[in-house]
């Protein structure tokens, strides 16, 4: 190699290379063209899009019911997923609502898609325990709004109580599905609605009692609603005792002889807790009936002797027809009593039942003693009725008469209540049962006339 060939080559070794600005830019231009073409086929070869994934699906499934049926669900259910999260608070915070309330209609929708889906999903457990559940809300809010005091309650009480029927005939239709078709109803749901609707009946009661000691026509027309739902109640309580039964029977061991067998025993119970109840509750009335007669003709007299001019005719009509409805409710007391002693007969032979396992005819008589409370709650409501009317007529013959140191209370403004805890016994020839019951009285008070309204 000659000698300039070598001095060229070390020249080129130790001088600076700096490559042309043209070359640089093309040869950045095309790697980077290379680059994105690689990254771009490795994704859409590595990332399926929805219509290769419902085409995969095809592979093992029809294609019919690829499109026409899985994709509407997922699609669903996607929507059902994200609606739910974003309701699920508004849900939590309309749980405690009452009606009139802005959030409660959240409530009643979630309640009513809580059903539905059960329906569909051809769930009857489920459904049935989502009625029983909703009643005792349905319930629970009467007694708040009854409690509450609010002007507009009437409306919404008697709006709620509708919805609380509608869900007991939902599960009374339940049970006798059940009764046609055991599998319908798992026995723990059966034991779970004989449960819940005593404590429906309990709830419903207390409501009953507040309306009582009100002498306004709309809570009257409450009071009677109030009492027929609770009639209802009763009924399906008794006709899960009946399908316990059945299951029992049947064979079902979820349900055994010594839980049907307390069933009936605690409706025998009830039964005559209620009848002493109603019968306390007449017996009150007859007191009361009795003492505003006396009261009325007193006050007649008097005001004879120092007005003769504040009496008449219509006191004397007055005074009669508060005559007749004291007799009206001596004789209810004498019905009540026979009533209770006949009670006392079917419980007693219920109970003889009960000890040598006659279930069947046991709960026939459980029936009877049912039906027997409902006649003296009858007789109960109407002596209360009358016994208010007659404070009423009371009232109106003081403001006539106006005499003496003594004012009966108006019953719209200053009536009270007694409500009597006492103990009370239903024996037979073999048989005893002590009920300890409260009952509700009106209470008369003596108060002073204001001077000016005293006649002299």
Same mark, same amino acid.
């Given at each position: ?30 790697? /980077? ?47 059902? @997923? ?54 005792? #809300? ?58 819940? @609707? ?127 409805? @004291? ?18 007969? #079917? ?5 003889? /039942? ?69 103990? @009370? ?32």
């Amino acid at each position: 190699m000659s000698r300039e060939l070598i001095r060229q080559l070390k020249q080129l070794k130790h001088d600076e290379v700096s490559p042309r600005e043209e070359w640089l830019k093309g040869s950045r231009e095309l790697l /980077l063209s290379q680059i994105k073409n690689t990254v771009s086929d490795s994704e859409s070869s590595s990332a399926p899009t929805l219509e290769k994934v419902w085409a995969g699906l095809s592979i093992f499934l029809p294609k019919p019911v690829v499109y026409n049926f899985v994709r509407p669900i997922a699609v669903i259910l996607v929507v059902v @997923t994200v609606a739910t999260t974003a309701y699920s608070g508004t849900v939590k915070a309309s749980y405690e609502t009452l009606p009139g309330d802005w959030l409660y209609p959240a409530k009643r929708a979630t309640e009513k898609t809580q059903v539905t889906v059960a329906s569909i999903m051809g769930d009857k457990n489920t459904e049935t325990k989502l009625h029983v559940e909703f009643a005792k #809300r349905r319930a629970a809010e009467t007694k708040q709004m009854v409690q509450s005091g609010n002007p507009q309650k009437a409306g919404r009480v008697s709006a709620t109580v509708a919805d609380l029927k509608t869900e007991m005939n939902s599960i009374n239709s339940k049970l006798d599905e059940t009764k046609q078709d055991s599998t319908n109803m798992q026995a723990e749901v059966v034991k779970d609605v004989k449960e819940n @609707t005593e404590q429906i009946k309990t709830l419903l009661q207390e409501v009953k009692n507040n309306l009582a000691i009100s002498t306004t026509t709309a809570d009257k027309i409450l009071s009677k609603e109030v009492n027929e739902t609770k009639s209802l109640v009763k009924d399906v309580s008794i006709k899960a005792v009946e399908v316990m039964l059945a299951k029992h029977l049947e064979g079902d061991t979820a349900i055994s002889k010594e839980e049907v067998k307390q069933a009936i025993s605690n409706g025998l119970d009830k039964a005559a807790t209620d009848a002493v109840e109603s019968k306390q509750n007449v017996d009150g009335a007859k007191i009361i009936m009795e003492a505003a007669n006396v009261e009325v003709k007193d006050l007649a007299q008097a005001g004879g002797k120092q007005n003769k001019n504040s009496l008449g005719p219509a006191t004397k009509e007055i005074t009669e027809q508060i005559s007749t409805v @004291t007799n009206q409710t001596v004789a209810a007391v004498l019905k009540t009593e026979a009533v209770t002693i006949e009670l006392g007969k #079917r419980i007693t032979e219920a109970k003889v /039942l009960l000890g040598s396992d006659n279930l069947a005819e046991a709960v026939d008589k459980m029936k009877e003693a049912a039906m027997v409370t409902n006649e003296v709650e009858k007789i109960s409501d109407t002596a209360i009725e009358k016994t208010q009317t007659v404070s009423q007529i009371v009232q109106v013959i003081k403001e006539v008469t106006a005499i003496g140191n003594v004012s009966l209370p108006s019953p719209t403004s200053t009536i009270d209540f007694l409500l009597l805890t006492s103990t @009370t016994t239903i024996t037979n020839s073999t048989t005893s049962i002590v009920v300890t019951t409260t009952t509700i009285l009106p209470k008369i008070i003596l108060t002073p006339l204001p001077e000016e309204k005293i006649i002299k």
